[in-house]
């Protein structure tokens, strides 16, 4: 696959541990759950699906899974501007955070939906005022 080529969730999931692969479809459903008229795209490069209100990652993304060896990360882009009280969110970049999900079970941790629903929130409302 090339860097840079745009794909479908099943590459992703082809990328994914076999272990694994549960959790990428689960949180999938989750964030659909809670937005099903998301954005998806894939960027095989990146290896990672990007959930947004529009294609543009950065600008109009709110949340991607990326797999890696061990774990699944659930990002959201503007992570910093997002409430957490259960402090589930992980990272010292200047915007972006994660959640490392290692299991099922830690999917269904409601925190992760309210995580899901802010991160949406918080694009639809920057892009509103601009």
Known sequence: ???GKFGRFEDIVDLT?????????RLREIILSVDPD???VIRI??????F???PKKMSEGY?????????????FYKGVDIEDPSGLLEGTGSKMRH???????????PAIVDL???ALAERRNALQQN
């Open 1 to 3: 696959m090339e860097k």
């Open 17 to 25: 541990p076999t272990e694994l692969r549960p959790i990428t479809n």
């Open 38 to 40: 998301s954005c998806v």
């Open 45 to 50: 490069g990146d290896r990672s699906a990007t």
């Open 52 to 54: 947004g209100i529009g």
């Open 63 to 75: 949340a991607h899974i990326l797999p890696y060896k061990d774990w699944i990360n659930l990002g």
């Open 99 to 109: 959640v490392k999900i290692r299991s099922i079970e830690d999917c269904e941790n």
């Open 116 to 118: 899901i629903r802010c």
